[in-house]
């Protein structure tokens, strides 16, 4: 299937889990998680409420522009549990694999709070004192290129475009964010090879220790494949 989302899209060829409680599913790119109030722009929740017959809850946040795993819950009970769940770090893992400008040597911790400009409409690193909340972001490279590194990122918090910002504080900008991201970079990928999205997946989820209702979750580690468009452009890069 193609990285980006068509109206002609089965749902079933893209869910990894689904039980009782649940809906896993490996989100293509250029789709809405969940409906923004204009009914002309197709999301993934209608697509799931065709599929169950019923309507289903997002229960975490994942931007249109980035790919991979998010979960859905198919009852209230689940929803909050779920939520919890997610609100918990201590209960959940979730990586992301992004492509960042230059080369990161070494595993990393980001910490710093966030708060959203309305000034500059993005978030930005800002004192707590001003409103900014707690962010903190782990980071590990999997890969090294010529003029720019691989990694896995770990999310410890969950703020909006929270690793965007992340990683444009510390100058190793996300390839191809418009929005936080390095204009000139950005420019070589749109040129060299039409690439023109953020370079950013959701590839694992892994509960941990789980109590309560959805206990049969613990331990359970769920992962997708880089969309092949993105595996393709790696296969491209010098090392």
């Known amino acids: 299937m193609s990285l980006d989302y068509n109206t002609s899209m089965d749902i079933k060829d893209i869910i990894v889990f689904e039980d009782e409680n649940l809906l896993i599913i490996n989100k293509p790119r250029g789709l809405l998680l969940q409906q923004d109030g204009d009914t002309s722009h197709l999301s993934l929740d ?24 998010c979960v859905f819950a198919k009852n209230k009970k689940t929803a909050d549990e779920m939520s919890k769940v997610f609100n918990d770090h201590s209960q959940i893992e979730k990586h992301y694999i992004t492509l960042v400008a230059g080369n990161v040597e070494e ?15 993005k978030m930005v690193v800002a004192p707590i004192k001003s409103g900014a909340k707690p962010a903190i972001t782990k980071y590990h490279p999997i890969e090294k290129y010529k003029d720019y590194t691989l990694l896995d990122v770990q999310l410890l918090t969950g703020r ?29 990928f749109k040129r060299e090879f039409n690439f023109e999205n953020q370079f950013l997946h959701a590839y ?10 959805l206990k049969y979750l613990k331990n359970k580690e769920f992962s997708v494949d880089l969309p092949p468009e993105l595996q393709e452009i790696l296969k491209k890069l010098d090392k």
């Open 46 to 69: 209608v697509f799931v409420a065709n599929y169950l017959n019923k309507t289903a809850m997002p229960v975490h946040r994942l931007d249109k522009d980035t790919s991979g795993l």
């Open 107 to 121: 595993d990393g911790k980001i910490d710093a709070p966030l708060r959203k400009s309305f000034e500059k409409k």
């Open 160 to 188: 909006t475009h929270q690793i965007r910002a992340h990683m444009s504080y510390i100058r190793h900008h996300v390839i191809g964010d418009i929005k936080y991201g390095d204009f000139k970079v950005n420019n070589i």
């Open 204 to 213: 694992k989820l892994k509960f941990l220790d789980i109590n309560g209702p």
